[in-house]
């Protein structure tokens, strides 16, 4: 493959027209947009076979305006995109210019005539969300345009092209699933996104176009799209797809045995490092795999052997001594509770002494005075007052009633100090009674935990002797399954070379469609830089390898959008041969963009004039939007069917701004 290009030695550019081909198999005749159903034309664009440019002047380049004009806005993207649309696409736009659109034109239609190997099919679809999906062939636009009743849809019109041009075999043939269709993923790459920027050949849909595209045709990964692309050019064969998917299968083998491999590895050393910790062998010198095994084996027996020596206690023993600690704890708890009793006691009986204390001095007093009274009236002594005689009072108080209740208060308050005094006697009695029941619990305490931890070590011990047991089996079985993983391994990786040896023959066998190519896009290069350049596709293991050589290998942006453009170029030209199953037709949107430089722009517009003349009767479309001025000759009928303009609103694709 490495001599591909010496194979196919560079040849002017040419292409043969089958006999019976008059026109492209498919093309879209014209492009209509309805304000309503019956109502409105926004816009009747009429196309044809062969160049078709829709120009949008940037600049000074717009020579019917006086005022600098404003190249883009101006609905170049919308265009493709409603093309797109009408050939089978999901969407228009994005979220945000789908809502725009729908909210202006709420009744808004859009049709094509798309022309399928001479058969004219009417497609109308809704550009707001109230009207239904119709394709109908040999049907007349502006009637399908207002069909009411049930709806078609656009599936006749994918199933049509998938049957006159893909074939059946071709979704299989690119790995699609059992539910996709293959003309969305064609139609991808015949229309790619703006947004891809033209920067490789496998790049269609840009998740950014908001465009809904199936897998294949978008995503990260290359290989499905570049599978999908060697279908529709016949550059793959179901022996070949056969082996590719027993690659992929081998492949996943391989790398799921690997990563059993590395976790087999992983537990392995694991083990055996928590053996040679566990076993205590870290300073001891040890062999290699597999006589390791027998060290480990020899020294986790000796262990368990030694575990099942220790003391295993008497269960009645510890049963008891767990009893006692309860009855221990139990007794001082009760202790300590008749402690706080105690305590809590004795400042009340200490309180009610001193009430009685403070009663005393009153009773003391009262019995003086009954012993020698006073009149309470003129306060002369009693005594003075019998003797000389009073007339005020006759009432005297009673002195032995006075000291009796003297005599009892004493009783009384005698009676509170001695139960003071036991209160605090009993207090002291306690004291020794918590002591000695805190010694006693601590005690049960320790013979509980002494007899506890015995059990603990011994069923510790034969616990982890257990494990070194069960950890030198289970690395006597990691040594056979690490054995059989390798082998495989080796199996598997020996199979799978030989699979890809085999797809490399094929790759080998696939070279004259893949040179087809890669001598129509080297005469292309030619013809766009010079007679001094040339360019080469290869299908090598990695993919498509593109490249332009021009006084070296060159690489720049500019180089990178050219091969895109050449290469889709190229497989156009071997789809007018009838050698590929797609058709001869392609969008590319504003491509200049892509950082194309002038000249070589204007080279391209008439590369593709020439082809146009050179094939008389235009077998192929070739739709392209540009913002910037089209060589002279060609910015004119019939090559330019429309010209938009960013402003004003009217002036727009769809008249009006959004």
């Not at 210019?97 to 497609?123: F, H, K, M, P, Y």
């Not at 849809?153 to 092209?161: F, N, R, S, T």
């Not at 891809?196 to 045709?217: M, T």
């Not at 019998?386 to 009676?415: F, M, N, T």
Request: proline content about 5%.
């Amino acid at each position: 493959m490495s001599q591909q290009d010496d194979l196919f030695p560079v040849l002017p550019l040419s292409v043969e027209v089958p006999k019976d081909l008059k026109e492209p198999r498919l093309w879209v005749r014209r492009l209509k947009i309805w304000e309503a159903p019956g109502g409105e034309i926004i816009r009747n664009i009429e196309l044809r076979p062969g160049l078709n440019i829709v120009w949008s002047p940037d600049g000074d380049d717009d020579p019917s305006s006086d005022t600098r004009t404003i190249g883009h806005g101006g609905g170049k993207t919308l265009f493709c995109r409603l093309l797109r649309y009408c050939l089978g696409e999901t969407r228009i736009a994005d979220e945000v210019q789908r809502d725009a659109i729908s909210t202006t034109l709420l009744n808004g239609v859009v049709g094509a005539e798309v022309v399928l190997d001479d058969a004219c099919w009417a497609v109308a679809r809704p550009l707001g969300a109230q009207r239904k999906h119709f394709a109908i062939k040999d049907g007349d636009l502006d009637d399908v345009a207002t069909m009411e009743g049930t709806a078609t849809g656009i599936e006749p019109l994918i199933d049509a092209i998938e049957s006159a041009i893909l074939g059946k075999g071709t979704a299989q043939l690119a790995r699609l699933s059992h539910d996709q269709r293959a003309w969305p993923i064609a139609l991808a790459w015949a229309s790619r996104d703006q947004e891809c920027r033209f920067d490789d050949v496998l790049d269609w849909r840009s998740p950014a176009s908001g465009s809904d595209a199936p897998q294949p045709a978008s995503g990260d990964a290359k290989g499905p799209r570049l599978l999908a692309m060697r279908a529709f050019l016949m550059a793959i064969t179901e022996d070949e797809q056969v082996a590719r998917s027993r690659e992929q299968e081998l492949a996943n083998q391989l790398d799921e045995a690997k990563r059993q491999q590395s976790f087999l590895e992983w537990d392995q050393t694991r083990r055996v490092d928590r053996l040679v910790r566990d076993l205590g062998l870290n300073d001891t010198s040890l062999p290699e795999m597999p006589l390791l095994l027998d060290s480990l084996k020899s020294s986790a027996e000796q262990r368990l052997a030694a575990a099942a020596k220790l003391p295993t206690g008497d269960p009645s023993e510890l049963s008891e001594a767990r009893t006692s600690l309860q009855a221990a704890r139990a007794t001082l708890r009760d202790t300590e509770l008749k402690m706080t009793g105690l305590e809590a006691r004795l400042p009340l009986e200490e309180k009610l002494l001193s009430q009685l204390n403070s009663e005393i001095p009153g009773l003391s007093a009262a019995a003086q005075t009954a012993a020698n009274p006073i009149c309470p009236i003129c306060e002369v002594p009693l005594d003075a007052a019998l003797a000389e005689g009073c007339k005020l009072s006759h009432r005297l108080p009673d002195a032995a009633q006075c000291r009796a209740r003297w005599d009892a208060k004493r009783q009384e308050v005698e009676a509170q100090e001695q139960i003071g005094s036991s209160v605090r006697a009993e207090i002291e009695s306690t004291k020794p009674e918590i002591a000695l029941a805190i010694q006693t619990a601590q005690q049960a305490e320790e013979g509980v935990r002494r007899l506890e931890e015995a059990v603990d070590a011994r069923d510790t011990n034969w616990r982890a002797a257990t494990r070194s047991v069960e950890d030198v089996q289970r690395c006597g079985e990691l040594v056979d399954e690490l054995a059989a993983v390798k082998t495989t391994i080796s199996d598997t990786d020996s199979e799978l070379r030989r699979v890809r040896a085999q797809l490399r023959s094929f790759e080998d066998k696939q070279a004259q469609t893949i040179g087809a190519i890669s001598q129509k896009f080297s005469a292309i290069i030619r013809r766009l830089i010079g007679d001094d350049a040339k360019g080469a596709v290869r299908l090598t293991g990695n993919g498509l390898d593109i490249s332009v050589e021009a006084g070296g290998d060159r690489r720049t942006a500019a180089i990178e959008s050219l091969k895109v453009l050449a290469f889709d170029l190229s497989c156009l030209c071997l789809s007018i041969e009838g050698r590929t199953l797609i058709p001869a037709f392609l969008i590319h949107d504003s491509p200049r963009e892509a950082d194309l430089g002038q000249t070589i722009y204007d080279q391209y517009f008439q590369l593709l004039k020439h082809l146009e003349e050179e094939l008389s009767g235009a077998v192929f479309q070739y739709i392209v939007t540009t913002t910037t001025k089209p060589p002279k000759e060609l910015s004119r009928e019939p090559w330019r069917r429309l010209v938009l303009r960013g402003a004003p609103g009217s002036e727009r694709l769809l008249r009006r701004d959004l």
